[in-house]
């Protein structure tokens, strides 16, 4: 448990830290008992929770502090977030070693000669560099929860329950993992399940305009038809608690309520919020340094196992190549610092595993390629990297769709799984992928599809395959890695097959959407993954599974460092979020996971920031 720390040591403690919200400088003698390494969902609140808890912090974060940024602050602005110079990192990843089929993905990104993009098929500019598919991250205070669409969705229930089989160690069930969501959420909508509301999560539920829209009252009445259910329950169904402890949670369908980390005012929550505030109210014995590239992992090598001890690193701004202001000329000024207890590795799905790489753990053969000391040979650390599936219906209606900010989320079973396997979102957008200006539709950025666009966007949760690779390309701690997502590699067919019945669900209630009535918004044409009036496409199943996996995009990257059992010579982590081979240094992001958790990570990396604080106060080493 944490120590109980008297004023006159609380005092001395204090003197030894900086606590402004700047926080810039490391403390004189470079020692802390932790040190955190990124700021996202797992590191921010794992080292806001260990320095309440009285603990001394050292939390280095490589990108500024953009929490005032408007694009940032008002959750709404999420596109123009992901888009903006200040606060994303660009990385760019293959879905497979088909180059005929990377290259009829739609919106595969060029560099060209003046420093600017192109996206798209067919013939870039002359001299036009292919990078591949755009793959948004966001470097800045918060990690990748200050650029998202704030879904919030604690995944079904078998996600948790299948680490508590395979570990061995039920405190992974989904059970007693529910706490931790207690815990951390400040809930500000109704529900008749427990929650908590005092906690440093905003949570809301947005309204899906059923009372405000008669488009979309009218089309989520039909999902609710096609799901099972009556017109009358409509609006019940919208108001169901997405994170509820319903019985048979896993296997509930239909429309339901959407839960955001949005404040009631309408700005975004985040760990990056609370980290700051746990900085700037100055009482805490917490260092926060900003523009600080951690490098590399410093081991202390004569025990029995290597023991992690401090972290080398490079201060200064836009130090990684990731970030669109990198200047390879800036090589930042290098520093170490000291953890006496632990170091705390939270880089996100494709920074933590290049970090535990540069620092010589991971696959003996690949280290040895660019003659990285091995420190550790462990298979797992970048391979089997996972990610869903996301695709989309996307049709045009025969009027412009009214309300197009309201939006509901669907969950559907399909064949392919004995739980609900599609999450989807429906209303008057486009979303189609990533590439640089998303949503704006390539190559001149001009617009989406009009005000008559209507679109499900589909997650595919637990796909089969789960065969990403994600290796260094150099020994320079600032360039990216290569990634290779392997899209499809295994179990195509079904996972297709699921994703196609999603679609094909929708169209079974979009397809009833009155054609004869004066103004109605039907009948709706398909752009995508057929073409044509709905209930009357020309393609066939074969068409539309070629597209969808040619097409398909994601970005809920994870597992590449993952937890798993003993005997898994792929298992970087045990249960307790302790690196294999080593002492003192655990991951703690959405690399720890065996596999995507639910449709969105979010929400389960802030719920592992939890169990880990839990973990480690409990002295759990």
């Given at each position: 448990?944490?120590?109980?720390?008297?004023?006159?040591?609380?005092?001395?403690?204090?003197?030894?830290?900086?606590?402004?919200?700047?926080?810039?400088?490391?403390?004189?003698?470079?020692?802390?008992?932790?040190?955190?390494?990124?700021?996202?969902?797992?590191?921010?609140?794992?080292?806001?929770?260990?320095?309440?808890?009285?603990?001394?912090?050292?939390?280095?974060?490589?990108?500024?502090?953009?929490?005032?940024?408007?694009?940032?602050?008002?959750?709404?602005?999420?596109?123009?977030?992901?888009?903006?110079?200040?606060?994303?990192?660009?990385?760019f990843v293959k879905h497979s070693d088909d180059e005929a089929r990377e290259a009829r993905y739609l919106h595969r990104t060029w560099r060209k000669t003046d420093?600017?993009?192109?996206?798209?098929?067919?013939?870039?500019?002359?001299?036009?560099?292919?990078?591949?598919?755009?793959?948004?991250?966001?470097?800045?205070?918060?990690?990748?929860?200050?650029?998202?669409?704030?879904?919030?969705?604690?995944?079904?229930?078998?996600?948790?329950?299948?680490?508590?089989?395979?570990?061995?160690?039920?405190?992974?069930?989904?059970?007693?993992?529910?706490?931790?969501?207690?815990?951390?959420?400040?809930?500000?909508?109704?529900?008749?399940?427990?929650?908590?509301?005092?906690?440093?999560?905003?949570?809301?539920?947005?309204?899906?305009?059923?009372?405000?829209?008669?488009?979309?009252?009218?089309?989520?009445?039909?999902?609710?038809?096609?799901?099972?259910?009556?017109?009358?329950?409509?609006?019940?169904?919208?108001?169901?608690?997405?994170?509820?402890?319903?019985?048979?949670r896993d296997n509930l369908v239909g429309p339901f309520g959407g839960v955001s980390h949005v404040t009631p005012e309408g700005r975004r929550s985040s760990p990056?919020?609370?980290?700051?505030?746990?900085?700037?109210?100055?009482?805490?014995?917490?260092?926060?340094?900003?523009?600080?590239?951690?490098?590399?992992?410093?081991?202390?090598?004569?025990?029995?196992?290597?023991?992690?001890?401090?972290?080398?690193?490079?201060?200064?701004?836009?130090?990684?190549?990731?970030?669109?202001?990198?200047?390879?000329?800036?090589?930042?000024?290098?520093?170490?610092?000291?953890?006496?207890?632990?170091?705390?590795?939270?880089?996100?799905?494709?920074?933590?595993?290049?970090?535990?790489?540069?620092?010589?753990?991971?696959?003996?053969?690949?280290?040895?390629?660019?003659?990285?000391?091995?420190?550790?040979?462990?298979?797992?650390?970048?391979?089997?990297?996972?990610?869903?599936?996301?695709?989309?219906?996307?049709?045009?209606?025969?009027?412009?769709?009214?309300?197009?900010?309201?939006?509901?989320?669907?969950?559907?079973?399909?064949?392919?799984?004995?739980?609900?396997?599609?999450y989807m979102w429906c209303g008057g957008f486009s979303f189609e992928g990533f590439w640089p200006g998303f949503p704006n539709i390539p190559p001149n950025f001009?617009?989406?599809?009009?005000?008559?666009?209507?679109?499900?966007?589909?997650?595919?949760?637990?796909?089969?395959?789960?065969?990403?690779?994600?290796?260094?390309?150099?020994?320079?701690?600032?360039?990216?890695?290569?990634?290779?997502?392997?899209?499809?590699?295994?179990?195509?067919?079904?996972?297709?097959?699921?994703?196609?019945?999603?679609?094909?669900?929708?169209?079974?209630?979009?397809?009833?959407?009155?054609?004869?009535?004066?103004?109605?918004?039907?009948?709706?044409?398909?752009?995508?993954?057929?073409?044509?009036?709905?209930?009357?496409?020309?393609?066939?199943?074969?068409?539309?599974?070629?597209?969808?996996?040619?097409?398909?995009?994601?970005?809920?990257?994870?597992?590449?460092?993952?937890?798993?059992?003993?005997?898994?010579?792929?298992?970087?982590?045990?249960?307790?979020?302790?690196?294999?081979?080593?002492?003192?240094?655990?991951?703690?992001?959405?690399?720890?996971?065996?596999?995507?958790?639910?449709?969105?990570?979010?929400?389960?990396?802030?719920?592992?920031?939890?169990?880990?604080?839990?973990?480690?106060?409990?002295?759990?080493?």
């Amino acid at each position: 448990m944490a120590p109980t720390l008297s004023l006159a040591s609380s005092l001395a403690s204090l003197a030894l830290f900086t606590l402004s919200a700047s926080a810039t400088s490391l403390a004189n003698n470079n020692t802390y008992e932790y040190i955190v390494v990124g700021t996202g969902p797992g590191g921010g609140p794992l080292a806001a929770n260990l320095a309440r808890a009285g603990h001394s912090v050292l939390v280095l974060e490589a990108g500024d502090d953009q929490t005032e940024n408007v694009n940032v602050s008002q959750w709404l602005n999420f596109n123009a977030a992901g888009n903006d110079p200040a606060t994303r990192w660009d990385f760019f990843v293959k879905h497979s070693d088909d180059e005929a089929r990377e290259a009829r993905y739609l919106h595969r990104t060029w560099r060209k000669t003046d420093g600017n993009f192109y996206v798209g098929i067919g013939y870039p500019p002359a001299g036009a560099k292919p990078l591949g598919i755009y793959y948004p991250r966001a470097g800045t205070l918060g990690g990748c929860a200050m650029h998202n669409g704030c879904l919030t969705m604690n995944p079904n229930d078998l996600d948790w329950d299948d680490i508590a089989e395979t570990t061995g160690d039920e405190s992974w069930s989904s059970e007693n993992m529910r706490k931790y969501l207690v815990q951390l959420e400040k809930v500000h909508y109704n529900s008749t399940y427990e929650h908590g509301h005092n906690g440093w999560l905003d949570m809301t539920m947005l309204d899906p305009g059923f009372s405000t829209s008669a488009d979309a009252k009218q089309l989520s009445q039909l999902a609710a038809q096609a799901a099972g259910f009556s017109i009358a329950d409509t609006s019940k169904l919208l108001t169901q608690d997405m994170n509820g402890d319903q019985p048979n949670r896993d296997n509930l369908v239909g429309p339901f309520g959407g839960v955001s980390h949005v404040t009631p005012e309408g700005r975004r929550s985040s760990p990056g919020y609370y980290l700051r505030d746990t900085v700037k109210e100055g009482k805490y014995p917490i260092t926060l340094s900003l523009d600080t590239l951690a490098t590399k992992i410093i081991f202390d090598k004569k025990g029995k196992k290597p023991k992690a001890i401090g972290i080398e690193y490079l201060k200064g701004k836009s130090l990684y190549s990731a970030d669109p202001r990198y200047n390879a000329s800036e090589k930042g000024v290098a520093g170490k610092a000291y953890a006496s207890k632990e170091v705390i590795i939270s880089g996100g799905a494709f920074n933590s595993p290049q970090l535990l790489l540069l620092s010589g753990i991971g696959p003996a053969a690949h280290l040895k390629k660019f003659k990285i000391p091995v420190v550790v040979d462990s298979p797992g650390v970048g391979q089997q990297v996972a990610d869903n599936y996301e695709a989309g219906i996307l049709s045009l209606g025969s009027r412009a769709v009214t309300g197009l900010g309201e939006i509901f989320p669907a969950f559907w079973k399909t064949s392919q799984s004995k739980i609900r396997d599609i999450y989807m979102w429906c209303g008057g957008f486009s979303f189609e992928g990533f590439w640089p200006g998303f949503p704006n539709i390539p190559p001149n950025f001009t617009g989406t599809h009009g005000p008559n666009q209507y679109e499900c966007a589909l997650v595919h949760m637990n796909p089969r395959s789960q065969a990403g690779v994600l290796e260094l390309q150099s020994t320079d701690p600032r360039d990216v890695p290569t990634i290779n997502l392997n899209f499809f590699k295994d179990g195509a067919d079904h996972d297709l097959s699921a994703i196609l019945e999603g679609v094909n669900w929708v169209r079974s209630w979009l397809s009833k959407v009155p054609t004869t009535e004066k103004g109605s918004l039907g009948p709706f044409t398909e752009l995508h993954p057929c073409e044509g009036v709905i209930g009357k496409q020309n393609c066939t199943v074969a068409s539309q599974k070629t597209y969808l996996k040619e097409q398909a995009y994601s970005h809920h990257a994870s597992s590449s460092a993952r937890i798993g059992a003993d005997d898994d010579k792929f298992a970087v982590l045990d249960s307790l979020f302790r690196v294999r081979g080593v002492s003192g240094l655990r991951v703690v992001d959405a690399s720890s996971f065996p596999k995507v958790p639910g449709a969105f990570p979010v929400l389960p990396t802030m719920m592992l920031a939890q169990k880990a604080t839990e973990v480690i106060l409990k002295g759990r080493e």
